[in-house]
């Protein structure tokens, strides 16, 4: 035999024969087997022996009595009862039989000795008893009114005289008697370690089922709890633990809803509140997870999915209870990740949409304008004969085909050097340069543009600039499109004002103005490629709108900083600091895009906040109108 086989024994025999008279109905519940087999053993054992021991009664006694032929015949009921259950599954309905038949037994027995005084009448106490084990109120109560019904009887007929006379003496009496209370006590011990019995096993089912579902809930990686309809936990399974880095006992009552995002609580509660009124709801809200460590100030929150029902209500429970919830909860902070990628990825394609057509509506306004003058000019010169030019007619229109061709040079200039940049292709010549030189230089070069729209070019340059290495191309180009764009976006009777400071490290270039300024919304944009900011002035100037682009992606490739700070009619600061020593980084320049630098950071501030000027600087140079 191996060490695995089940040894053979006279009870594993037994179990096995009772094990193949159950119903099919109670053959998978482990409980309701064992309650089966606990009716079925003593039933049929005790019939058995019953049998057994009628030859032995024989020979004592003699010749029966019609009544003990019957009492010995009744002890056929219990098998028949086992029978009946083996057939028919029906637990309670067995236990109402087994009471009948006990109690027709015991009124037979007890009505031809003495009535209620016959040693039978003992056994009446014994009927609820047993009827205890079918574990029904009901059958309980049934069995229990059987024997008072049987005892009341029996005191009935005894004092209607309708009983039989006893012909039995003192001695023999007592005998049955004791025979009586010895029989129905040591039947009720039977009873009381039977039901001892299915109470341990019913404890050991109870036991092995908690532990399974505890298994599965310590194993699960989404969140299982239990609710009010409030939203007070009442149990909350070990996979919150891991979920949000605290233990559950923090979590029970309201320490799950303390840690759920302020915005998200109403959509939280409400999903409750739902659910304990009979729908399946699921419902997504932030929960705070405690940081660890070294990231204590930090506030950590995760995005979770939560499904909640009602709570199946237990048969015997008090239906005037609050309904309570179950949810589970799953981390979906990844899914959410991924749907604000893909929101952004749309986001960025429309902007990228929106940006190819303002350049093209920009292009056939900025190409358009210029090659019409060139084309008509030219045609007039052509045709100078014929419209008999003059030599300052000539020069004039000449001077003009210029102009348009200028025009268009730079916006072709501009679009090659933003798309350069864009590419990574834009390479940065480095080499040392006075940067006051080079400042001057550009607000001479615009001074005569300021003159003409009227507006104060006001240069702050200190003589001790130190010099500075990097491109003076890219430098110039900065300063050049900074203060063309001030100057050009500042009425008449207004101020541009240009300073410059050197610090240990780094150079700070200020353009400020008194211009139209930018809205808020406008301000988010600023730098983008062809964008020109407010319905209300971006007709009223021309231009490509890749000037401050361009000069944004020069810093970057200068590894500098640009801030942008506006008001909508108060006028513009743009700041750029620039390191005074430019060092190219390790990688290849193609590896450095220029958005991925810090180029930018956009704030609306106040007017007076712009034209704070250090007052240690020397005398400024002022080119009026």
Same mark, same amino acid.
């Given at each position: 035999?191996?060490?695995?086989?089940?040894?053979?024994?006279?009870?594993?025999?037994?179990?096995?024969?009772?094990?193949?008279?159950?119903?099919?109905?109670?053959?998978?519940?482990?409980?309701?087997?064992?309650?089966?087999?606990?009716?079925?053993?003593?039933?049929?054992?005790?019939?058995?022996?019953?049998?057994?021991?009628?030859?032995?009664?024989?020979?004592?006694?003699?010749?029966?009595?019609?009544?003990?032929?019957?009492?010995?015949?009744?002890?056929?009921?219990?098998?028949?009862?086992?029978?009946?259950?083996?057939?028919?599954?029906?637990?309670?309905?067995?236990?109402?039989?087994?009471?009948?038949?006990?109690?027709?037994?015991?009124?037979?027995?007890?009505?031809?000795?003495?009535?209620?005084?016959?040693?039978?009448?003992?056994?009446?106490?014994?009927?609820?008893?047993?009827?205890?084990?079918?574990?029904?109120?009901?059958?309980?109560?049934?069995?229990?009114?059987?024997?008072?019904?049987?005892?009341?009887?029996?005191?009935?007929?005894?004092?209607?005289?309708?009983?039989?006379?006893?012909?039995?003496?003192?001695?023999?009496?007592?005998?049955?008697?004791?025979?009586?209370?010895?029989?129905?006590?040591?039947?009720?011990?039977?009873?009381?370690?039977?039901?001892?019995?299915?109470?341990?096993?019913?404890?050991?089912?109870?036991?092995?089922?908690?532990?399974?579902?505890?298994?599965?809930?310590?194993?699960?990686?989404?969140?299982?709890?239990?609710?009010?309809?409030?939203?007070?936990?009442?149990?909350?399974?070990?996979?919150?633990?891991?979920?949000?880095?605290?233990?559950?006992?923090?979590?029970?009552?309201?320490?799950?809803?303390?840690?759920?995002?302020?915005?998200?609580?109403?959509?939280?509660?409400?999903?409750?509140?739902?659910?304990?009124?009979?729908?399946?709801?699921?419902?997504?809200?932030?929960?705070?997870?405690?940081?660890?460590?070294?990231?204590?100030?930090?506030?950590?929150?995760?995005?979770?999915?939560?499904?909640?029902?009602?709570?199946?209500?237990?048969?015997?429970?008090?239906?005037?209870?609050?309904?309570?919830?179950?949810?589970?909860?799953?981390?979906?902070?990844?899914?959410?990740?991924?749907?604000?990628?893909?929101?952004?990825?749309?986001?960025?394609?429309?902007?990228?949409?929106?940006?190819? /057509?303002?350049?093209?509506?920009?292009?056939?306004?900025?190409?358009?304008?210029?090659?019409?003058?060139?084309?008509?000019?030219?045609?007039?010169?052509?045709?100078?004969?014929?419209?008999?030019?003059?030599?300052?007619?000539?020069?004039?229109?000449?001077?003009?085909?210029?102009?348009?061709?200028?025009?268009?040079?730079?916006?072709?200039?501009?679009?090659?050097?933003?798309?350069?940049?864009?590419?990574?292709?834009?390479?940065?010549?480095?080499?040392?340069?006075?940067?006051?030189?080079?400042?001057?230089?550009?607000?001479?070069?615009?001074?005569?543009?300021?003159?003409?729209?009227?507006?104060?070019?006001?240069?702050?340059?200190?003589?001790?600039?130190?010099?500075?290495?990097?491109?003076?191309?890219?430098?110039?180009?900065?300063?050049?499109?900074?203060?063309?764009?001030?100057?050009?976006? /500042?009425?008449?009777?207004?101020?541009?004002?240009?300073?410059?400071?050197?610090?240990?490290?780094?150079?700070?270039?200020?353009?400020?103005?008194?211009?139209?300024?930018?809205?808020?919304?406008?301000?988010?944009?600023?730098?983008?490629?062809?964008?020109?900011?407010?319905?209300?002035?971006?007709?009223?100037?021309?231009?490509?709108?890749?000037?401050?682009?361009?000069?944004?992606?020069?810093?970057?490739?200068?590894?500098?900083?640009?801030?942008?700070?506006?008001?909508?009619?108060?006028?513009?600061?743009?700041?750029?600091?620039?390191?005074?020593?430019?060092?190219?980084?390790?990688?290849?320049?193609?590896?450095?895009?220029?958005?991925?630098?810090?180029?930018? /950071?956009?704030?609306?501030?106040?007017?007076?906040?712009?034209?704070?000027?250090?007052?240690?600087?020397?005398?400024?140079?002022?080119?009026?109108?």
């Amino acid at each position: 035999m191996s060490r695995s086989a089940r040894p053979v024994t006279v009870l594993s025999i037994i179990r096995d024969c009772l094990d193949a008279l159950l119903h099919p109905s109670a053959r998978y519940d482990a409980l309701t087997r064992a309650r089966h087999r606990a009716f079925m053993a003593p039933r049929l054992l005790g019939s058995l022996a019953a049998f057994a021991a009628f030859p032995v009664y024989l020979v004592l006694r003699g010749a029966p009595s019609a009544i003990e032929v019957a009492a010995f015949a009744w002890l056929i009921a219990p098998i028949l009862l086992s029978w009946f259950l083996s057939r028919t599954g029906r637990y309670e309905g067995a236990h109402v039989l087994s009471s009948l038949a006990l109690a027709g037994l015991i009124m037979a027995i007890a009505a031809t000795t003495g009535g209620i005084e016959s040693f039978a009448a003992v056994w009446l106490v014994v009927v609820p008893l047993e009827a205890a084990l079918s574990a029904s109120r009901r059958v309980a109560a049934f069995a229990s009114l059987l024997a008072l019904s049987c005892a009341g009887l029996l005191i009935l007929l005894g004092q209607l005289a309708w009983l039989p006379l006893e012909h039995a003496g003192a001695t023999e009496r007592g005998v049955m008697m004791a025979f009586g209370v010895a029989s129905a006590t040591l039947y009720a011990a039977g009873l009381a370690f039977g039901a001892e019995s299915l109470a341990r096993t019913s404890v050991a089912l109870l036991s092995r089922e908690e532990e399974r579902y505890r298994l599965l809930a310590r194993n699960m990686s989404d969140v299982i709890s239990r609710h009010q309809r409030n939203g007070a936990v009442q149990f909350i399974s070990q996979a919150a633990e891991a979920m949000l880095g605290m233990p559950v006992a923090q979590l029970l009552g309201h320490g799950l809803f303390d840690r759920v995002h302020v915005a998200d609580r109403p959509a939280y509660l409400t999903a409750l509140s739902d659910a304990a009124r009979g729908d399946v709801r699921s419902v997504e809200f932030r929960l705070r997870r405690e940081p660890t460590g070294s990231e204590r100030s930090q506030i950590d929150f995760i995005w979770v999915e939560m499904r909640c029902r009602p709570l199946d209500r237990d048969p015997g429970r008090d239906l005037t209870r609050e309904a309570e919830v179950v949810g589970v909860m799953r981390d979906v902070t990844d899914r959410k990740l991924s749907e604000q990628a893909l929101d952004q990825a749309r986001d960025a394609a429309e902007a990228a949409d929106a940006a190819k /057509t303002r350049f093209l509506a920009t292009m056939s306004h900025e190409l358009r304008t210029p090659l019409n003058a060139i084309i008509g000019f030219s045609e007039m010169i052509a045709q100078e004969q014929t419209l008999m030019l003059g030599a300052p007619q000539r020069k004039e229109y000449a001077e003009l085909i210029n102009a348009s061709g200028q025009h268009l040079l730079s916006v072709v200039n501009g679009i090659l050097d933003m798309s350069k940049m864009e590419s990574g292709n834009f390479e940065i010549a480095s080499e040392p340069f006075a940067p006051r030189a080079a400042l001057m230089h550009c607000c001479n070069l615009l001074a005569l543009k300021a003159r003409e729209n009227g507006v104060d070019l006001i240069t702050d340059a200190p003589q001790d600039l130190p010099v500075m290495t990097g491109d003076p191309r890219a430098f110039k180009q900065i300063v050049l499109n900074l203060v063309a764009n001030a100057v050009k976006f /500042t009425e008449r009777g207004g101020q541009v004002a240009v300073s410059a400071a050197a610090s240990a490290s780094q150079l700070t270039l200020c353009i400020s103005d008194t211009g139209v300024g930018i809205a808020p919304d406008d301000l988010k944009r600023v730098g983008a490629p062809f964008f020109q900011c407010g319905k209300t002035y971006q007709r009223r100037h021309e231009g490509t709108g890749l000037g401050l682009s361009i000069v944004k992606s020069l810093v970057a490739l200068h590894l500098g900083e640009l801030t942008v700070q506006s008001r909508l009619g108060e006028g513009t600061a743009v700041t750029v600091k620039l390191p005074l020593v430019y060092t190219p980084p390790q990688s290849k320049a193609s590896d450095k895009r220029p958005s991925e630098s810090k180029i930018a /950071t956009l704030t609306p501030v106040l007017r007076q906040e712009t034209q704070d000027r250090p007052q240690d600087q020397p005398a400024r140079v002022k080119k009026s109108a």
